[in-house]
């Protein structure tokens, strides 16, 4: 865990999707991601990618917004974009969803019900 650190000294409140793609894009440069495209095959387009993943992220957000209290569990996202994201894209939506929402880990109540976990949208997204 631990993710996150690189957003969580912003002053200015709520940040465009625009400066969190250069983000994530920056590290994952940092990480290696010309390996990682090159693995993905010789469709790798950069420019669809950054708008399609634009367009994931406001999707994701948006998903969680309306939820109460901008919390889902996994399945449930699972659920939403599962006709939107190709498996070639899994990593992606795993990257942004991330990046939009912090994962809590759910105890099972005195029943042993309940448990998994939870996506809870990050502050710097609920009102952007």
Known sequence: GGGGAGIAGIGQGAMGSQTL????????AAAGEAAAAAAAGAD???GDDDAEAETLL???VDFLRARPSGR??????????????SSRRTQMFRRL??????LERNPPDANGRGGGATWCL??????A
């Not at 793609?21 to 994952?28: A, E």
């Not at 990050?122 to 009102?127: H, L, N, P, S, T």
Request: no cysteine; net charge neutral; charged share 40%.
């Open 21 to 28: 793609l250069q983000r994530i894009r920056q590290r994952d």
């Open 72 to 85: 889902a569990p996994t399945g449930l996202v699972v659920d939403a974009f599962q006709h939107r994201v």
């Open 58 to 60: 406001r999707e994701i």
């Open 97 to 102: 969803l991330k990046t939009a929402a912090a």
């Open 122 to 127: 990050k502050d710097e997204f609920k009102d």
């Open 44 to 46: 790798f387009d950069e």
